[in-house]
């Protein structure tokens, strides 16, 4: 490799991740008019998704391990590095982040009228700490962007949100603060035991059996709570509906497609990565907290007379599939799992923002209000249908290949798993389709709603590419997965060693 | 013999007293009834001098009168600190005045004065001149409390400081003749010498004892808390600022030097007990305050509470956490106290939780800045409450203090909630309808909270050079 390629390779990482941020100070400086700083933000946001590109362009297949690694010296005490590096688990997610951000951008192009500026610096912060959580090797630099995500978010909520903003930020705040309090406990906790915070050299430091049984399992539960709540793994997910509802449509979108998988990508890369005999040892009690999360979600969904919380709750059960896949423990499994935080980001961000448009129209979410509305708005109807069939998980569309892979790597793992955690799936085309049903179908009841405008062009340019996602990711899993597997087998390897020795 | 050296060796003190009293022979020049700001000015140069004092003295470390004084990095930590945070408050001081129309010169003299006790306290190694600069940094912070003359919460909260910290003091000077009692000396290296070697009576548990009453009165950690709130609350607001930072970074010098230099002993579980006390009490009874500066009067007793977990540590990490807690909690609540002090106005009328609705609104500059003193009140990363937290909290899990880190955590969520209650208010309430514009900030002012806010992020960014100092102070300190 030239020399030339390689300095870019060790740069990209920080590009991509500041590139927001940078933005987001020149912002500052800008004078307050409104579709400048709209323009702006949107070039902003395509720039770092056209940089995040460089990542799977560039990336070697089939290699396990840490690629685009840049690691420099940063605070000499603590020993802290500033450490970055991506494998194949956490570059789709850095790219789904950098994918959503301008379609955030366009969605709310209209929706926030007022302190435009704040809103979009607010947004550019937030992606920054977002790819910041995905890309950091070191445990203080991964807390340092997870804390950094929390103000920005709730600021969005609290300042930009529906009529019980205050009450849903505060909750949200609070709840991931708290638990991520013993997270930094059990990191800091690490530290003060293996002198490093590197991601590499704690891994070593565990699976050399320098930490007592006692004190990892600890640690393993301070991580396991901070990532459960931001997951939300039933019971701890009362936060949500409050957040998802409150929110306004960019913050629903940012917050369902990747602060949720903040949550998953960390049980994945330390709570299995760090803890593997932990994680194998209360893998059957969390697996059924996730299948109930499955179910309860599915079912509390269906009965929601509110589109926006059904679709909050349909998250609930959605992300469940993504914990039964981890702590499942197989190939399949945990691909599938990795696969579903991908396709939940596209599917329920894009429905997020369809429910968004909805709202701009008629600034109600009750489900009642409509009703046939395929007549006055049929493409509107039809993007709604592909992207609420990729959510449901329609073959040839993005969601069955995970769910697919989520459900037969739970039977390998124990049959009774897969059995109940395969009802999510008739559970969520119930609840789908029967939306689908009463919003779309029939005669237009409502006067107002015969009327109705289809969607505008921007629209459609913020639409289209989650639905060339679904069906790309429906029908060429592999380009997605081939990155995905090595990584996931080195995540797994220390597992699979600990399942031997519970075998004999 | 006294040398010139021995000079030098006070050099900061030497100038803080000089310029104080220039302040007041100013004073009497100035016709009454105009702005003392020229005096202000005086007072500010005077700190600047103190802190170039500082920095020509650091190149002179070693004793003083008789071993007395000694110029260390540890004692050069503290007046560089002090006298920064005098600065600011100095800076922050002008517009105040004026709006509280008070118009007297000998506000400044006395924080100079006070200054003076407070950075003699860091470097006095001898335990009646710790006592003496005790008495002349109270003496001036008590005066100061009262300045507002005509809110009889001022005069309540000087006279209750007045009262309950002469009492304070008491005890600490009963602890230092029992100590004499008990070692034969009152020069805290000899004390070392002496519970080194195994010669000293028992009395020496009940001399730590009435010390640590005293210094825990000054540092305002529980049980002997209960003055803060009153008096934080009806002191003028760019006091409560100095007296919430710089008086208690001294004293924590001072318990430093007892605790570590003379190496005294049965200390560990009145620590323990104390700061798990503080934490719990401060940020429990800070929720339910709708005041903003009682509420950072009981946040300031939780912080407190976070750094006596340092002192319960093992040596020379929790030294220098302690130190690095000192300075990042000196420079948010310098400059929360700042921009409560500019916000309150005339009569320090807007003092009130609800008073605050919608000031993202009203003067974004202002709500931001605070946002960022708040945001490391609560040890968000990026800021220098954050990597506070973090030195204090792993010293403490080196030295096994698990349950008081459970403690502290546990402290931490729930602190949370109250300073998230200003930002929300903030940023997502609209203002009042009667809210009267907020007045722009002018330079002085903005200059500090620029400083302030600028040191926040700097300890929270780059926190390597000044743990790198702290770290050797604390080496000097334990010989």
Redesign the interface.
């Known amino acids: 490799m030239n020399p030339h390629a390689e300095s870019v390779n060790s740069a990209i990482l920080t590009l991509v991740t500041f590139a927001p941020l940078a933005g987001a100070l020149l912002l500052l400086f800008l004078p307050r008019r409104d579709d400048l700083v709209r323009w702006f933000a949107l070039a902003v946001t395509l720039v770092a998704f056209v940089l995040s590109l460089h990542l799977p362009a560039h990336f070697v297949r089939h290699a396990s391990g840490f690629q685009y690694e840049i690691d420099l010296p940063w605070?000499?005490?603590?020993n802290i590095h500033y450490h970055l590096g991506i494998d194949g688990i956490s570059m789709w997610l850095v790219v789904l982040t950098t994918f959503l951000s301008p379609l955030c951008v366009l969605i709310s192009w209209k929706s926030v009228n007022e302190?435009v500026k704040e809103f979009f610096i607010l947004l550019l912060i937030l992606e920054t700490a977002l790819i910041g959580v995905f890309v950091a090797l070191d445990l203080f630099l991964f807390?340092?962007f997870w804390?950094?995500t929390?103000?920005p978010m709730a600021?969005i909520i609290?300042?930009f949100g529906h009529a019980r903003?205050?009450y849903a930020?505060?909750k949200f705040?609070?709840f991931t603060?708290?638990a991520s309090?013993?997270m930094?406990?059990a990191i800091?906790?690490l530290?003060?035991r293996t002198g490093s915070l590197q991601f590499a050299s704690i891994q070593s430091a565990l699976q050399s059996g320098q930490i007592g049984w006692g004190a990892a399992t600890w640690c393993f539960l301070g991580f396991f709570l901070a990532f459960a709540v931001k997951v939300p793994i039933f019971p701890l997910h009362t936060w949500l509906p409050d957040a998802h509802f409150e929110a306004p449509t960019a913050g629903s979108v940012l917050l369902a497609g990747v602060l949720l998988k903040m949550g998953t990508y960390g049980l994945l890369r330390f709570n299995v990565g760090l803890f593997p005999e932990q994680a194998r040892e209360n893998a059957s009690w969390i697996a059924i907290l996730a299948i109930i999360g499955i179910i309860y979600g599915a079912l509390v969904a269906m009965v929601q007379p509110n589109l926006k919380k059904l679709v909050a709750y349909s998250s609930v059960s959605h992300l469940g599939f993504v914990v039964l896949g981890i702590f499942s423990f197989t190939q399949a499994g945990v691909d599938g799992a990795v696969y579903q935080m991908l396709n939940h980001g596209v599917s329920t961000g894009a429905l997020f923002m369809l429910v968004g448009i909805l709202y701009e129209r008629r600034h109600t979410f009750e489900i009642s209000e409509f009703g046939g509305l395929a007549t006055p708005m049929p493409v509107y109807a039809t993007f709604f249908m592909v992207i609420m069939l990729s959510s449901v998980g329609l073959p040839l569309l993005n969601g069955f290949v995970g769910e697919f892979l989520v459900l037969s790597g739970a039977f390998q793992a124990k049959a009774a798993w897969g059995i109940l955690a395969a009802t999510g799936v008739i559970w969520s085309a119930c609840y789908l389709l029967w939306m689908y049903q009463r919003v779309f179908f029939g005669t237009v009841k409502k006067e107002v709603n015969a009327t109705l405008p289809d969607i505008s062009a921007r629209e459609r340019i913020a639409l289209w590419p989650t639905a060339l996602a679904a069906l790309a990711m429906g029908v060429a899993p592999l380009f997605w997965l081939n990155a995905i597997e090595p990584a996931v087998r080195t995540v797994l390897a220390p597992v699979a060693q600990f399942a031997e020795v519970f075998a004999r | 013999m006294i040398q010139a050296m021995d000079y030098v060796r006070v050099l900061p003190e030497i100038v803080l007293t000089i310029f104080g009293i220039a302040v007041m022979m100013g004073e009497v020049l100035l016709r009454p009834g105009v702005s003392r700001k020229p005096l202000g000015w005086l007072a500010f140069a005077g700190t600047l001098a103190a802190l170039a004092a500082t920095i020509y003295q650091a190149r002179y470390p070693g004793t003083a009168f008789f071993d007395l004084v000694r110029v260390d990095s540890f004692s050069i930590f503290f007046h560089f600190l002090i006298c920064l945070i005098a600065a600011l408050v100095v800076l922050a001081s002008f517009e105040y005045l004026d709006a509280q129309h008070i118009r007297a010169g000998e506000y400044y003299g006395l924080i100079l004065f006070g200054t003076v006790g407070m950075v003699l306290m860091s470097s006095a190694v001898e335990l009646v001149l710790i006592f003496i600069a005790l008495e002349i940094s109270s003496i001036s912070t008590y005066v100061l409390a009262g300045f507002r003359r005509r809110a009889p919460s001022s005069i309540e909260s000087s006279v209750k400081y007045f009262l309950l910290g002469s009492f304070a003091t008491a005890f600490f000077l009963y602890g230092v003749a029992f100590i004499f009692g008990a070692t034969g000396t009152t020069r805290i290296y000899m004390i070392a010498d002496a519970i080194q070697s195994g010669q000293h009576s028992p009395m020496v548990f009940v001399a730590v004892a009435l010390m640590f009453v005293g210094i825990g009165f000054k540092v305002a950690s529980a049980p002997f808390h209960v003055w803060t709130p009153d008096v934080y609350e009806g002191a003028p607001a760019p006091i409560v600022g100095l007296m919430s930072t710089a008086p208690k970074a001294a004293a924590f010098a001072v318990l430093l030097r007892i605790f570590f230099a003379a190496t005294t002993p049965g200390w560990f579980w009145p620590v323990w007990i104390s700061a798990a006390l503080s934490m719990t009490l401060g940020n429990i009874s800070a929720l339910v305050q709708d005041n903003v500066k009682r509420m950072l009067a009981y946040s300031s007793i939780a912080h407190a509470g976070y750094l006596l977990v340092a002192f319960a540590a093992a040596r020379d990490i929790g030294i220098s956490a302690a130190m690095f807690y000192t300075a990042s909690y000196a420079f948010m609540n310098v400059g929360a106290f700042a921009v409560i002090s500019h916000f309150a106005s005339a009569g320090e009328r807007y003092v009130a939780l609800e008073d605050y609705a919608g000031l993202g609104r009203r003067s974004p500059a202002l709500a931001a800045t605070l946002t960022i003193f708040l945001l490391s009140l609560i040890g968000i990363p990026i800021t220098g409450g954050f990597f506070a937290k973090f030195y204090v909290f792993s010293a403490a899990l080196q030295s096994n203090l698990v349950w008081l880190v459970i403690i502290a955590v546990l402290n931490s969520a729930i602190a949370a909630y109250y300073y998230l209650r200003i930002i929300v208010l903030m940023y997502m309430r609209d203002p009042r309808e009667a809210a009267p514009p907020v007045q722009s900030v002018g330079t002085p002012l903005g200059i500090a909270l620029g400083l302030s806010a600028a040191a926040t992020i700097y300890l929270g960014v780059l926190p390597g050079r000044v743990l790198d100092y702290v770290s050797r102070g604390a080496a000097m300190l334990v010989r």
């Open positions: 605070i000499s005490s603590p302190r807390y340092f804390e950094a929390l103000i600021l609290g300042m903003r205050v930020a505060v705040f609070l603060m708290i309090m013993f930094l406990a800091i906790w530290y003060s």
